[in-house]
């Protein structure tokens, strides 16, 4: 693990599945720190789910109060509709991963490629994987995609620090759903743009 990159958070499982353990290790070990980072660690954030086991079970949802999260389950069979990896995230993360990769290989000789362990290649695929998170990151419109699949609410609500009626687009992210709740005029959605490390999950 030492010389996995850190930008990263690893989790292993046998089959590299989501299971009721590694769903659990997620919300102490990713979700928790991701708050932290993003700001208002002390505010109830609302977490989009796509129904898998691990994430509706009850230790699961115990944990998540715990790190101040709120479970909200999109519905069944619904996830390239509603969730923003299917709606260019994920194919812009792998079509950079790949980019990183091949120029990682480029750089060495054949002989060395083929010398390579499983673990070395792990560990290069670590690295190339949090370089292409950190590029989508500053490059991928999530605030723009969140609109498109539902998730920003319209609301009009008086504003106590300017004194007068405000209407203002907000998003509802892992970021802090009661973010700003006094001023509309001056909440901005936090989306992902740092300090949030890529979830990777590896099988063992």
């Not at 997620?26 to 505010?43: C, E, I, Q, S, Y």
């Not at 499983?118 to 695929?125: A, G, V």
Request: aromatic share 8%; glycine share 6%; charged share 25%.
């Amino acid at each position: 693990m030492q010389k996995y990159d850190k930008r990263g958070f690893y989790q292993f499982q046998k089959k590299a599945w989501y299971d009721r353990t590694t769903c659990c290790e997620w919300v102490d070990g990713n979700f928790r720190p991701a708050r932290l980072a993003l700001g208002h660690p002390d505010k109830l954030a609302l977490l989009f789910m796509d129904n898998l086991d691990g994430q509706k079970c009850a230790e699961f949802k115990r944990r998540l109060e715990r790190a101040k999260g709120a479970a909200h389950y999109t519905p069944a069979n619904m996830t390239d509709d509603l969730q923003l990896v299917d709606k260019g995230l994920g194919k812009m993360l792998k079509s950079k991963i790949a980019i990183n990769i091949e120029a990682a290989t480029r750089e060495m000789n054949p002989m060395q490629v083929h010398a390579m362990t499983p673990e070395d290649r792990r560990i290069m695929f670590t690295k190339c994987a949090c370089d292409a998170w950190e590029l989508v990151c500053q490059t991928y419109d999530f605030e723009g995609n969140f609109d498109k699949i539902g998730g920003t609410i319209n609301r009009c609500a008086p504003c106590s620090a300017c004194a007068r009626p405000t209407r203002a687009r907000r998003s509802v992210t892992i970021a802090d759903c009661d973010a700003h709740s006094t001023c509309m005029c001056t909440w901005r959605p936090a989306f992902p743009t740092c300090g949030v490390s890529l979830t990777i999950s590896v099988a063992t």
